[in-house]
C-alpha cells in the first residue's frame, strides 16, 4: 500500500482531469477564503499600518543586509521550527502535523498531475511520501486535539467538546485519516465492496470542507504567522519594538509562587 499511487488506480474509474481539476479549485478556495478573511477583519491593513507606524519609533535603520539576516534568521527559527511555540509538547506535536501536512500536500500534487494515469510508472518515493505525510499530521494533529489544545490542557473542558475553532485541525486530522483508510481499502482490492468508495467519498468531503472553510477557521495562519514573525524581528532589530516599553532593567524576582506550578494558564 505505501509504495502505491492510489490516485493512479483511482484512475482507472475516475478521468485524471477530474482530479486536478479537484486540486485547483482547492487552491482557489485557500486564496479566496484568505481573501475575504483579510477583508472581512482587516487584519492586513492593521498589521501594514502599525508597521509603518513602529517605523517612525525606530532608532536606528537597517541594512539591505541586516534585513536579509534578520529575514533568514526568522524563516530557520520562527518558521521552520515555529519556535514561538516554546520547548516541550506544543511544539513537537505542531511540528509533526505542520511537516506531515507539507509532504502529504507536496506529494499529492505531484501524483496527481505527474503520476495519474494507471498506466504511470510512480517511483516509490511520492507515494511514501504522502503515506507518512498524512500519517504524522493524523499523529500530531491528534496530539494536539485531544491533549494540548487551551480549553482542554488549561481550562478543564472534557476532551470531546467540539467548538468552530477546532474545524481547521478537526479537517486536516479528517482528510489524511480518510485518505489514508481509502488507500489501505483500495489496495485490498476488494472490487465491487463499497468500503473504500464510502472511504473516497469522506475524503472528498473532508478535503471540501478543509479548504473551503478557510474563512471560518485557522487555515490562514500559516499565511500570518511568518509575515507577523518577520515584522516582529524586524522591529525589535530596529529598535522600534512594535511601539513596546523595553524590558525592565530590574531583577526578575516573581515571587515564590511562581515556582509553584507550570506556567498554563492563558
Ligand atoms: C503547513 C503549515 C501549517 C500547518 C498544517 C499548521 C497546523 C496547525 C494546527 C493544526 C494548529 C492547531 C489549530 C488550533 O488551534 O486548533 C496550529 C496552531 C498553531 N500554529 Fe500552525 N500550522 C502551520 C504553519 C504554521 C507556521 C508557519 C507557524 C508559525 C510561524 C505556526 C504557528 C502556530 C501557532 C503559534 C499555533 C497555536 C498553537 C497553540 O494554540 O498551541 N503554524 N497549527
Keep these: 500500500m505505501i509504495t502505491t499511487n492510489p490516485f493512479s488506480i483511482l484512475a482507472e474509474t475516475v478521468p485524471p482531469i477530474l482530479m486536478q481539476w479537484f486540486v485547483i479549485i482547492m487552491a482557489m478556495l485557500v486564496i479566496v477564503g484568505t481573501l475575504v478573511d483579510i477583508i472581512h477583519k482587516k487584519n492586513v491593513k492593521y498589521f501594514f499600518e502599525n508597521a509603518k507606524k513602529a517605523k517612525l519609533s525606530a532608532i536606528k535603520t537597517l541594512s539591505t543586509s541586516e534585513k536579509i539576516s534578520v529575514v533568514s534568521k526568522t524563516i530557520i527559527s520562527d518558521i521552520a521550527t515555529t519556535s514561538e511555540l516554546g520547548a516541550g509538547q506544543r511544539r513537537a506535536a505542531h511540528l509533526l502535523g505542520m511537516y506531515g ?44 486535539w485531544f491533549f494540548l489544545r487551551v480549553d482542554v490542557y488549561s481550562e478543564a473542558q472534557p476532551w470531546y467538546r467540539i467548538i468552530k475553532a477546532d474545524l481547521f485541525v478537526l479537517a486536516l486530522i479528517a482528510s489524511s485519516l480518510f485518505g489514508l483508510i481509502w488507500s489501505f481499502l483500495q489496495s485490498l482490492n476488494l472490487n465491487d465492496r463499497w468500503d473504500d468508495k464510502v472511504f473516497l467519498a469522506f475524503y472528498v468531503v473532508s478535503n471540501l470542507v478543509l479548504f473551503g472553510g478557510v474563512y471560518w477557521s485557522k487555515f490562514a495562519h500559516m499565511f500570518y504567522k511568518p509575515g507577523a514573525a518577520i515584522q516582529k524581528n524586524l522591529a525589535e532589530a530596529d529598535g522600534s519594538r512594535d511601539n513596546l516599553p523595553p524590558p525592565a532593567d530590574a531583577p526578575e524576582q516573581f515571587g515564590p509562587g511562581i515556582k509553584r506550578e507550570e506556567p498554563k494558564h492563558y
Design 101 to 144: 501536512t507539507i509532504l502529504f500536500w507536496i506529494a499529492s500534487i505531484i501524483l496527481i498531475f505527474c503520476y495519474v494515469n494507471p498506466s504511470s510508472n510512480t517511483p516509490s518515493i511520492w507515494p511514501i511520501m504522502w503515506h507518512v505525510g498524512a500519517i504524522m499530521t493524523v499523529l500530531g494533529g491528534s496530539w494536539f
